[in-house]
């Protein structure tokens, strides 16, 4: 397989400033973060493993730049791919280390890895990083978070188990891409410099995060075909609290440790050549949110909050991903 120096160019739009009954009331929390979608649009040929080196430019939640080196080794018991990831964004440094191994069939996937980021605010675009006020003073009440400058580190470990098919494998053929993809993960994250279990923390512009261990699940069909629209795919993702899970829960009024964040995606790709040495993937995704009560939402700390059960399954659109891909 030829090795290609790749450069990303993602565009990326948040559904967040879309007008609904709750926007301006700020009773909704978005926490979810996305993972397996990236792997879908590198790989598009499940037997394959991804490139050497590549640059990406992201924009989760503004502008992102990652530089990648990835290294394969092959042996007969299966192949080891190692990922080395640099990224910068206008308020976080982050390095990352990844591990994955395909077996022989490459229909098995193991993955781990570790991150470890820092950050610093950025007036007029967000916080890095930073803890809740009432680590550093008690008495404070209302959601607000210090601005650390490289002060404390955020730390995230992961384990997780990827298993993919493509019918064209079985049948070969140009109309046999027949695709499904279902990755399983554990994580657990951290924040250097938090004392208990407790202290509530925000990193890139991601508030109300916990030391915790949680389940990230994704799963994906897709179907690709030999011309300019070269893939249709769904893609399904769910990320819940393990450690804290039966903690506050939202039959009893919490502030919702039981709440499982969800997103639903809708995938194409289309080839401008026969190569796919440049191709554009967009994906629009829906996701459920968690509403407070009035008067018990976001203003207040995370523990002292309510969720409103009777918007537990508010759905709404989420955000619209545009990747255009060139392969030098």
């Known amino acids: 397989m030829k090795n290609w120096p790749t450069v990303f160019l993602l565009f990326f739009i948040s559904a967040e400033g879309f007008s609904d009954q ?12 996305i993972r397996d979608f990236s792997y879908i649009l590198t790989n ?6 991804g490139y050497d080196t590549e640059v990406s430019f992201e924009n989760p939640a503004g502008f992102q730049a990652e530089f990648f080196y990835i290294q394969t080794s092959e042996s007969s018991l299966g192949t ?14 982050s390095a990352a280390l990844d591990y994955t191994y395909t077996a022989p069939i490459p229909f098995l996937q193991l993955n781990s890895g570790l991150l470890v980021g820092s950050g610093w605010p950025l007036p007029g675009y967000g916080n890095g990083i930073g803890m809740q006020s009432n680590f550093y003073e008690s008495a404070i009440q209302s959601n607000v978070y210090s601005q650390e400058v490289l002060d404390k580190q955020y730390l995230r470990f992961y384990g997780g188990t990827g298993l993919q098919f493509d019918l064209a ?13 279902t990755y ?46 070269h893939r249709i795919g769904f893609l ?25 964040l969800q997103t639903v995606g809708f ?18 995704q829906w996701g459920n949110y968690i509403v407070y009560r009035n008067g018990y939402g976001t203003e207040l700390t995370l523990f002292d909050r309510e969720v409103d059960p009777n918007y537990y399954w508010f759905w709404r659109l989420y955000q619209v991903y545009l990747v255009f891909t060139m392969k030098i």
């Open 169 to 181: 494998s079985i049948f070969p053929g140009e109309w046999s891409h027949l695709q499904f993809r």
């Open 80 to 93: 080891l791919e190692t990922k080395l990831t640099g990224a910068l964004t206008p308020i976080t440094v």
């Open 22 to 33: 709750f926007a301006d009331e700020r009773e909704i929390v978005h926490t979810r973060e």
């Open 267 to 284: 995938i194409q790709t289309f080839f401008f050549d026969n190569e796919g040495n440049e191709t554009l993937d967009m994906m629009v």
């Open 44 to 49: 598009t040929n499940f037997s394959q493993i």
């Open 236 to 260: 399904y993702e769910t990320d819940l609290d393990v450690y804290r899970y039966s903690y506050s829960p939202v039959s009893s009024s919490g502030w919702g440790s039981d709440f499982i």
């Open 184 to 229: 399983q993960e554990l994580y657990y994250q951290y924040l250097l410099g938090a004392t208990s279990d407790s202290d509530i923390y925000e990193y890139d512009n991601v508030p109300d995060k916990l030391k915790n261990l949680r389940y990230y699940g994704s799963y994906y069909i897709g179907y690709e075909m030999p011309f300019f629209l």
